[in-house]
């Protein structure tokens, strides 16, 4: 059974920091990975997503690498600002078409 | 249009009332799922239409009935619920189900409240 994990389970920086969100899964048997953004009490936004064939996805001040192999993905913020605040989520799509949800980081930029 | 609603955005109900939420999507998509998510928890899969056909139920109590009318809507029908069901229920879709490019697209959820 698919397990994803998400580190830390909760971050706050200042703004302009340099961030990395750390997400781990148990199956490596995925077809892609999924970051998602979610603001209290509102739907999710899609990210980033990454095809089992890819290493790396890109959008803006956001990098979301995959390595299948060791389980793990990270994404990456550069220049945090304080708009950046809100739970982040990775989700594993396997074989099952089931999307399998991280734990979650809740990340507060303050200016 | 890219966006996913629900509605109602909040709904209050007693644990003998009947009532259903409703989802939409104009974007062509032929998959469709609702989420249930607890406070500080993730989401968790509750149902999948593929193709307008249910595909995947996660073992869900029969006080839920899902119904996809057409490629476009995704009722969720309640009945007899308990305090515990109180979540935020999200709906998604997502173009071409089982493809290792497809995106789902969230709606803003519905906040229920069981009494």
């Known amino acids: 059974k698919q397990e994803v994990t998400q580190i830390p389970a909760a971050l706050s920086v200042p703004e302009g920091e340099n961030l990395v969100l750390n997400c781990s899964f148990t199956d490596s048997a995925i077809y892609n990975l999924q970051w998602f953004r979610q603001d209290p009490g509102k739907g999710l936004t899609s990210l980033l997503l990454?095809?089992?064939?890819?290493r790396e996805q890109t959008s803006g001040r956001l990098n979301a690498s995959l390595d299948k192999s060791s389980g793990r993905s990270t994404l990456y913020i550069a220049a945090s600002q304080p708009g950046d605040s809100a739970t982040y989520l990775c989700a594993g799509l396997g074989d099952t078409d089931k999307l399998i949800f991280g734990t979650g980081t809740r990340l507060q930029v303050f200016p | 249009d890219t966006e996913v609603t629900q509605t109602p955005k909040h709904l209050v109900m007693g644990m003998t009332n009947k009532k259903s939420l409703k989802c939409e999507q104009h974007?062509?998509?032929?998959?469709m799922y609702w989420y249930k998510q607890k406070a500080k928890k993730p989401p968790e899969l509750m149902f999948v239409?593929?193709?307008?056909?249910?595909?995947i139920n996660e073992s869900v109590p029969s006080r839920f009935s899902p119904e996809c009318p057409n490629s476009s809507l995704l009722n969720l029908h309640l009945h007899a619920l308990q305090p515990e069901d109180s979540a935020l229920y999200l709906c998604?879709?997502?173009?071409?189900?089982?493809?290792?490019?497809?995106?789902?697209?969230f709606g803003p959820g519905t906040r229920l409240t069981v009494l």
């Open positions: 990454i095809q089992s064939s890819q």
């Open positions: 239409y593929s193709y307008e056909k249910l595909s």
């Open positions: 974007m062509g998509h032929r998959a």
């Open positions: 998604a879709s997502s173009q071409r189900p089982g493809l290792d490019t497809d995106t789902q697209y």
